[in-house]
């Protein structure tokens, strides 16, 4: 069956660290971007950054570029992402997507994981 | 950055009438828009690419339809397990951006 499924979530002071996982099945992981999207409590979908199938080309939204690192073991099919000097607005719920591998020039996302939460708090 | 604008913030419709929801970009993006249905705690689902064209599995009920700056999403008959929050997104131009969502609700 093909899903995603995020991981390592949890309570973390400002200025902390953690570390999301985000394993896949059931499909050629090596063959996809990958993206981290968030949503705060009670709002939007903020895209957080993206991976290329092979792990060479990666980029990351402004407010978190500098802090957060992604990466990808396509060994393990999974995705991560180090997110480092936390902030009370890094909070939400955090998830994994996939975008086609047909997709060359567009960037929607055909599947993705349930989420794990993140809250920054002291 | 694309400020992307739904409305309503909540639609209130009966199962078995039309859903019409709406979406409008701070500036136009061709037909760089997709429609993602979120239910409570379930991951967001794909609808509609390219403004519209179904994404595979989805029913015909769904259609969307617009280009530039104004879309629309179309549920022609709802059904019971429609009922759930749904946002647009462009991708015509970096960073990806979101709108604020539209609850569809059980009139």
């Known amino acids: 069956q093909v899903h995603l499924v995020e991981s390592g979530g949890g309570l973390v002071k400002p200025g902390g660290s953690l570390r999301l996982s985000c394993e896949a099945s059931?499909?050629?992981?090596?063959?996809?971007?990958m993206t981290w999207f968030r949503q705060a409590p009670g709002k939007g979908l903020e895209w957080v950054s993206y991976?290329?199938?092979?792990?060479?080309?990666?980029n990351y939204a402004d407010s978190v570029k500098g802090r957060f690192t992604i990466s990808r073991d396509n060994a393990e099919n999974s995705l991560s992402l180090q997110m480092d000097s936390l902030r009370a607005e890094d909070t939400a719920t955090y998830y994994c997507?996939?975008?086609?591998?047909?997709?060359?020039?567009?960037?929607?996302?055909?599947?993705w994981g349930r989420g794990t939460l993140v809250t920054v708090s002291s | 950055e694309i400020v992307m604008t739904q409305s309503p913030g909540t639609l209130s419709v009966s199962p078995g009438e039309r859903a019409t929801l709406s979406c409008r970009a701070s500036?136009?993006?061709?037909?760089?828009l997709a429609w993602y249905q979120q239910k409570p705690g379930q991951a967001p689902s794909l609808l509609i690419y390219?403004?519209?064209t179904r994404a595979t599995g989805i029913p015909a009920r769904f259609s969307g339809s617009g280009s530039g700056t104004e879309f629309t999403l179309t549920i022609s008959s709802l059904q019971s397990e429609d009922f759930a929050v749904y946002y647009c997104?462009?991708?015509?131009?970096?960073?990806?951006?979101f709108g604020g969502g539209t609850k569809l609700e059980i009139k």
């Open positions: 997507a996939r975008r086609p591998r047909t997709s060359v020039i567009d960037w929607y996302f055909d599947l």
């Open positions: 390219g403004a519209s």
């Open positions: 059931g499909f050629s992981f090596s063959d996809n971007y």
């Open positions: 991976i290329s199938g092979s792990g060479s080309y990666t």
């Open positions: 500036q136009g993006i061709t037909s760089n």
């Open positions: 997104q462009q991708y015509n131009k970096w960073p990806l951006t």
